[in-house]
C-alpha cells in the first residue's frame, strides 16, 4: 500500500541501462517518469514540464549536475536527489547541498532504497503544504523567519537558504530552546522513517551555522545536544 500519490518525477541519468533500471523502480510504484540523458535536456524538461521532484546524476555530459542543480534552484524549489559516486561521496555532497539539493544518494544502492528516499522527500514536501497556513513569521533571537515569503534575516540581513536549509531551520525554530531529536529531524524535514543512517542532517546543519553564525566553529544560534540532537538557542 502507497502512503503518498503518484508523482511526476525528472530523472536525470546518462548511463541508459541505470536509467531504465530507476525509471521502473519509480513505475513500479506508481510515479509517472521523464527521463533526461544530457545536462541541457534536464535544464529543458525542468522548467517545461514542472516535475514534482528530480533525480540528478552529478556527473553528466554537457551541463554537469551541479550546474543542473544550480539553474533549476535559482527559479524553483522543486525536491533534487542527487545521485553521486562512491569514490568522491564527501566531496560531491557537500558541493551538492551547497548548491541546493535536499539529499544525496551513493552509487551503489539498491532499488528499495532509492525509491524511499525519492517518496519521503515527496512526502515532506505534501507535510509542508498543509503546514504552510501556520503563522507565517517566527522570530527568534537574531532570527527573522517568513515562511510564506520563504524568506530569513538574521541581525537585519536577509540569508539566501537552500530549500531543505530552510525546512530544517524552521522546525528548530518552531520550539526555540528545546532539542529536535535527530530522529524527529529527519522524519519530519526529509521523512525518513527511524533507524536512516545518514550524514544529511548534520550537512544541512554545518551548512546553516556557515550562513548564520558569526564565527561557525563556536555556534551560539544552532546548538548541538551531543548524542540525542539540535536545538535553537532563543
Not at 31 to 36: D, F, P, Q
Not at 217 to 227: N, Q, R, Y
Amino acid at each position: 500500500m502507497h502512503s503518498i500519490a503518484p508523482a511526476h518525477i525528472l530523472l536525470v541519468e546518462d548511463d541508459h541501462r541505470l536509467a531504465q533500471a530507476l525509471q521502473l523502480a519509480l513505475e513500479t510504484a506508481r510515479h509517472r517518469v521523464t527521463v533526461a540523458y544530457t545536462g541541457d535536456e534536464a535544464v529543458t524538461l525542468a522548467f517545461r514540464e514542472k516535475p514534482d521532484l528530480i533525480v540528478l546524476d552529478i556527473y553528466l555530459p554537457g551541463l554537469d549536475g551541479l550546474e543542473v542543480c544550480r539553474q533549476v534552484r535559482a527559479r524553483t524549489f522543486v525536491p533534487i536527489l542527487m545521485i553521486t559516486g562512491a569514490r568522491t561521496e564527501e566531496q560531491d555532497r557537500v558541493v551538492g547541498l551547497r548548491f541546493g539539493a535536499d539529499d544525496y544518494l551513493v552509487k551503489p544502492f539498491g532499488m528499495a532504497e532509492f525509491v524511499a528516499r525519492v517518496e519521503a522527500l515527496l512526502r515532506r514536501t505534501t507535510v509542508y503544504d498543509v503546514a504552510s497556513n501556520q503563522t507565517h513569521e517566527i522570530r527568534v533571537g537574531p532570527l527573522v523567519i517568513d515562511r510564506e515569503a520563504y524568506t530569513v534575516e538574521v541581525r537585519g540581513q536577509k540569508v539566501e537558504l537552500t530549500p531543505k536549509e530552510f525546512d530544517l531551520l524552521v522546525a528548530l525554530a518552531e520550539r526555540p530552546g528545546r532539542v529536535r531529536t535527530r530522529e524527529y529531524l529527519l522524519e519530519n524535514v526529509w521523512g525518513y522513517s527511524s533507524g536512516v543512517q545518514t550524514r544529511t542532517l548534520d550537512m544541512h546543519i554545518r551548512r546553516l551555522r556557515e550562513k548564520l553564525e558569526e564565527d561557525p566553529s563556536h555556534p551560539k544560534i544552532i546548538e548541538t545536544v551531543v548524542g540525542v540532537g539540535y536545538k535553537l538557542v532563543a
